[in-house]
Every structure is written in structure tokens, then in C-alpha cells.
């Protein structure tokens, strides 16, 4: 098992930067692929980004595509994402999740932190 805690979400204006960093802790970090996902109230979870467990596969969806990029530090056990370019309709509650098999949807992770708010104003 793993534990997850996002940090970093705020308060930005729209084309600016924020990193957000997930600290895992329990099992070895390594043994994940890691994502991101992020839901807006009364709206579904979309899945952002995956990476896995060596680094060298990563995935995104169409929306943050070419803005975002998901990265992991595996000594220091903590995943990433840069998000460039923030745009109103990115504010959301940002969420990182751990799956023992790498996937490119939400439904196949089984750990999920607290989650870190995000907010872009215009």
C-alpha cells in the first residue's frame, strides 16, 4: 500500500506556471505508475497524465497536451506536474493516484491522495 499527498496547488492568472509534487510514502515508490487526474464540483474526474514506473512511458490527455508534463524523482519518491500556460477552465482540484500497472485511465489506480486545489484566474 501507498500513501499520496499532493502539494503546490494556488492561486495563479491565466498563462501563468504552478508544479504540483505528490509525496508517496509505504511501499516502494517505484514499484507505481503514477498519474494525475482532476475534477471540477458536479463534473467527472478527468485523467490528465500518467507516467510510468521507469519514467520512460508517459501519457496525456487531449486537453493538457503540449501545456503539462508529468515527471517522477524515484530516490526522493515523489511524482510531478509542471503545468504551463494555465487557462481558467484548469482550475480544479488536482489529484495523484499510484497503480502497480501503468494505464492511461483513472479506473486503474487504486491509491489516491487528498488532492491540492488549483485556481486560474483571468
Known amino acids: 500500500q501507498v500513501q499520496l499527498v499532493e502539494s503546490g496547488g494556488g492561486l495563479v492568472q491565466a498563462g501563468g506556471s504552478l508544479r504540483l509534487s505528490c509525496a508517496a510514502s509505504?511501499?516502494?515508490?517505484?514499484?507505481?505508475?503514477m498519474g494525475w487526474s482532476r475534477q471540477v464540483p458536479g463534473k467527472e474526474r478527468e485523467f490528465l497524465a500518467a507516467?510510468?514506473?521507469?519514467?520512460?512511458?508517459?501519457y496525456y490527455a487531449d486537453s493538457v497536451k503540449g501545456r503539462f508534463t508529468i515527471s517522477r524523482d524515484n530516490a526522493k519518491n515523489t511524482v510531478f506536474l509542471q503545468m504551463n500556460s494555465l487557462k481558467p477552465e484548469d482550475t480544479a482540484v488536482y489529484y495523484c493516484?499510484?497503480?502497480?500497472?501503468?494505464?492511461?485511465?483513472?479506473?486503474?489506480?487504486?491509491?489516491w491522495g487528498q488532492g491540492t486545489q488549483v485556481t486560474v484566474s483571468s
Open positions: 507516467i510510468s514506473q521507469s519514467g520512460a512511458r508517459t
Open positions: 509505504g511501499r516502494t515508490f517505484s514499484y507505481y505508475a
Open positions: 493516484a499510484a497503480s502497480a500497472t501503468y494505464a492511461d485511465y483513472a479506473r486503474k489506480y487504486d491509491y
